[in-house]
Every structure is written in C-alpha cells, then in structure tokens.
C-alpha cells in the first residue's frame, strides 16, 4: 500500500509531504507535517542563512526519539531543481554538497527528515573563503542559558570595539551563536585565527566566566568558546533551524535588546511563526555590511601563544600544539 502524502505548494514548486501525520516530537506531539509547513512559514530567514552555503543535514527520518543520519552529501535521489556545489573536506576529498536556493529546497530536505540545517560558513560561489565568522558560546556542565546570554554581551563589547556589528541567536539549547558576515578575502585557516584571536579577548574580559580551553578537563563550569566553529567543515545549526529535541526547539534570531531577558524555552516550532509573522525576521539586514578581519589576525599575529589544537579528525596542520590532552601529556613525562 502506497505511503499516505500530501503535496504543497511551496513558491513555484509542488513538494510532497510522505507520512504527514508521523509523530516526529513526542514531548509536544508535532508531526513531520508540521515540520515542514514550519520552515515554509519561516522561510524568508530561514533561506536568508542558508542561501548558497553547502548544507549538511541532520536528519530522523523516524522522528527525534531515533538515531540520527548525518548527511553531507545530496540525497542520491533528488529532483532536478535542487543545486549541489563542490566541496572538500579536511582530508582532501571532494563531495557534491546540497546547495540551497529556494524554500521548497528546505520544504523538500525537511521531507526527508531533516530537522537540523548545518550551513558552511561560505557560498557555492568561492567555497574556499568564508564570509561568516562564527562564535559559539557553549556552557559548560553545571552552568545555564544565563552564562552563555552574559558571554556574549562580552563579545559584543570587544566586536564593538574593533567596529564589527554581530548578530545573535538561540543555539535551541543553552548556548548563543553571534554571526559576523565578514568579507570572502581569508581562508579558512585566516579565519579560524581571527576566531581564536576574539575568544582570546573575550576571555581576557572574564576568565572566571569564558575558557578558550580546547581540553574538556581544563573548562571547569565556564562558558567555552569553540573557535574550531570556524574550521573548514564545521558547522552550526543554522537561524531557525529546528533542533532534534522531543520540545522542538528552535535556534532563533534575537535583537540584542531582545537577548537581555529571553528565555529559550519560549522559541519553538509552534511559538516561531507566530513570532515570525509578527516581527518579521530580526536578522534582515546581517547581508547589509561584509567587515575586515585584518585587526583580528593583527592580535593573533602579536600574541605569543600561537595556534590551538584543531579538532582530532584533522589533518596535522602547521604551526599546531600537540594534539594531546595535558593530563596525558603530563603523565608521559
């Protein structure tokens, strides 16, 4: 027996909803119907983050509750409209990587289960230099939402100084993303300096509250800044992208002013829309300006520390610390 659908219509294109009715949040009941139709409500700022960025998806086909796939490549089987662009990964392979372009690509990926869209930090149009430098702002155990939410007033105090706007958003968890769109003329290894050269500042503010320590064991309950964010072939959860927890909640623009008292609790699959059609999306004008990081790698250059250790799937790359955590290290003396 055929597999019950239903078909919408989503700008120019027909997109097929398979299952509509399957629970895919259980906590709240949310179906994968409601999903898609979401990020077709959304869809304005939801294409404005991933437009022309190679995505990977995070998929449950099966709903929250099971196994994650984790897909960087296109779907084998796709329709002729949805673009690819060329990619290539630390270890020098080269992949066809989803490109999206138009909502229905959304609508068409969430159909596959996709609730998480993970954007590179550049478009299909030079994927060797990233436009967006990225702050991920991760608390630690024991540590909540408010940490993370003082965190970042920290880093828009040292982006303000060095004349940089930042744009902030819910991770859908207890962390903070801040986006900065940067001008295409770095790499990705310029720019995963001038990321470890802000979290360096940043921590110098508060050292009691932020940690750049890569080595778990040398957190403690701090918010850790993981500049590897901006290492080829990491991502983040995209700006309205849905997050695989059985509340479905929502990594979700905010103001500045709007951060001062949120509660990310109140940003989900069913609160977001609303939000949406009210106030439209609070990011439109992240596109507006593109900032020099030539200062940044200025105070990476003066600072003797040098480079950091790149996560442990990479290749060994020049100039790096070992790659061994100190307890370890200390034991082989």
Known sequence: MASPYIELEVGERTVKVTNPDKVYFPEIGATKRE????????????LRALKDRPTNLKRHPDGVQTEAIYQKRMPPKHPDWLQSVTVTFPSGRTAQS???????????????????????????????????????????????????????????????????????????NRGVHIAVRIEPRWDFVQVRHAGIALARAVEARDPSLV???????????????????????????????????????????????????????????????????KVGD??????????????????????????????????KMPGEPKRVQPSKARSDT
């Open 35 to 46: 999903l898609v139709e979401y990020y077709v409500s959304v869809g304005e700022g939801a």
């Open 98 to 172: 989803l490109r999206v372009t138009e909502v229905a690509a959304i609508a068409y990926c969430a159909n596959l289960g996709t609730i998480d869209f993970h954007p590179w930090q550049v478009r299909a149009a030079d994927v060797e230099h990233p436009d967006e430098l990225r702050v991920d702002l991760d608390p630690q155990p024991g540590l909540e939402f408010d940490a993370a939410r003082r965190a970042a007033f920290l880093t828009r105090d040292v982006l303000g100084e060095l004349g940089i706007t930042g744009f902030v958003k819910t991770s859908g």
């Open 211 to 277: 940690t750049t320590a890569w080595w778990k064991e040398e957190r403690g309950e701090r918010v850790f800044i993981d500049f590897n964010q901006n290492a080829r072939d990491r991502t983040v959860a995209s700006a309205y992208s849905v997050r695989a927890r059985p509340h479905a909640p929502v990594s979700t623009p905010l103001t500045w002013e709007e951060l001062e008292d949120a509660d990310p609790r109140d940003f989900d699959l069913r609160t977001v829309p609303v939000r949406f059609a």
């Open 282 to 315: 609070v990011h439109a004008a992240i596109d507006d300006r593109a900032y020099s990081i030539e200062r940044l790698l200025e105070m990476y250059a003066e600072d003797d520390r040098g480079d950091m250790p790149y996560p442990p799937n990479y290749p």
